[in-house]
């Protein structure tokens, strides 16, 4: 058996490396630029020389290695390659492929939000769990599900894309996908300082948010916490319609846990406690005491996931 | 390799047995009477001697046999175990493990939901598909996730319990779960009726459904394929909230195909036609064009899941 494998976590502005053993230790971690001129040709390149790279300067033996494992900011189809990723500015990558010719190692690519809810059921919130759904509230409302340990890509590499599930009837924006009424557009960042706006604008009633000039969701995300009667309405709204959505998908899949990820939920505690009223309200009897956790990887949850993919 | 398994779909009044070749070819189907009595402890005896006498009538070798799966309804877990089902009158029961003992085969046992799923995907509707969502429209509504070829049984044997994802906040009358504003309130048969009695109540609209004492199901999706506008309107309705699910669910599992089964489904192309405009408004891009089925197999979906589950 091979003692070690890497992690690998390709973003916009940089590339997140892991060195890890085969049981989940993390050797070491660093980062490389994202160069992403010329169609983000030389990304990949990159990848396969720092792997080679470490490689050298740690003396292993390349039998020694399980393989690469690859998270990519797009939809990955289930042979590891890519139709197009606008962060990286690529069209057409075959990403596994690609990979495993630089290194010579077996690697495996897959969308970065799959990738690390396979990241949080291997090491993370939920470790050890087989069947997860790990929502990520940041900029926008990413998703992964883990069944049977292993990620659902879909048939278009769309499986997880949780954030863009149609949660309200009658939306008037639209939403980054082109779609209304998407969770993304409510339990996102962005989302809870649209809900914020609508809110605010709707009631007369006092508030600290009144005072800002730019409010942000950890504006509102605080004055909740600290027991402001709008910021409440304005969580109550949303862990109304994320609480719902997730009852939804639970009933497709019936995770043993669902892990709560991204910026937004460094609220803790009285997030998940706002969300799992509304969800244990829908849930299906049988699924109404699933667990439900805050992140605990953070952004290292790709490189775990990434690892654990080619294990 | 073996040639021969069963396919046994145990329903609350008969159990359907089938005798299949490895390659999914029915060789023989026969009934047996569910004998409930006694909270249904001869069932499973039952099941095992049908079994064994077919394997004596035909002379086969138990060694040529790859083994026995069965549907049940009622939640399932992994190990094949059964907490409680309800129209079997059955407590806890181990259903692989007896059907074991039974019959000297391995055997492997699935929510029927589930398994109608994987007829549909292995012989049916999406003959030959990994990944495929199955939503049965009949009294209830039932459904079964299929992702990289095998059921999602969930932690709690509710994977694929789409009929009680809540689709309408403030809902006043209860779903049979309990909860408020399950699918299948509204797009079960018994939901279709549920819709057209307040529909009709809303408007004064002329429809020939006036005329009916007792509404069917099939009297309003006759009435709306021939163009009735009343009928018409409780399907967009309808429509709307199944479409909405369902897209929903590709947003979390992406299929390559949605089969649409159930007595409900009898109603053909202008159903599927009602949910897809809907569907398709709500799915995130690149699930849109999704393939959406009228299962095929029928009462015999169950069998022939049954069997795939043991190859």
Request: charged letters at 25%; hydrophobic letters at 40%.
């Amino acid at each position: 058996m091979s003692s070690y494998c890497f992690g690998i976590d390709v973003g916009g502005t940089s590339v997140k490396c892991g060195l890890f053993k085969t049981d989940g230790t993390l050797v070491e971690k660093w980062e490389i630029p994202t160069r992403r001129e010329n169609n983000g040709d030389k990304i990949l390149p990159d990848v396969g020389d720092t792997i080679n790279n470490k490689i050298k300067e740690r003396n292993l033996d390349k039998k020694d290695i399980a393989g690469v494992g690859i998270g990519i900011p797009g939809p990955v189809n289930g042979k590891g390659e890519v139709e197009r990723a606008v962060n990286l500015y690529w069209g057409f990558k075959a990403v596994s492929k690609e990979i495993e010719e630089y290194t010579g190692l077996p690697a495996k690519a897959g969308n970065d939000a799959n990738v690390a809810a396979l990241g949080e059921a291997w090491k993370g919130a939920a470790a050890g769990a087989q069947n997860v759904i790990l929502v990520t509230l940041g900029t926008g409302v990413g998703g992964g599900i883990i069944v049977d340990g292993k990620i659902v890509a879909g048939e278009h590499g769309a499986g997880g894309e949780i954030g863009h599930a149609m949660v309200l009837r009658g939306e008037k924006e639209k939403c980054n996908c082109g779609n209304h009424g998407c969770l993304e557009q409510y339990a996102s960042a962005t989302g809870i300082v649209r809900v914020a706006g609508r809110k605010l604008a709707e009631t007369d009633e006092d508030s600290v948010l009144r005072s800002l000039s730019n409010i942000t969701a950890k504006d509102v995300l605080d004055a909740f916490k600290a027991g402001d009667k709008v910021a409440i309405d304005i969580m109550e709204y949303v862990g109304d319609l994320l609480g719902g959505a997730l009852s939804g998908f639970a009933a497709v899949v019936d995770p043993e846990a669902i892990v709560i990820g991204g910026g937004v939920s460094k609220a803790g505690q009285p997030l998940i406690d706002c969300i799992q009223k509304y969800y244990r309200e829908y849930a299906f009897p049988s699924c109404k005491n699933t667990r439900m956790l805050i992140a605990t990887l953070g952004n290292d949850a790709g490189i775990y996931g990434a690892a654990k993919m080619v294990l």
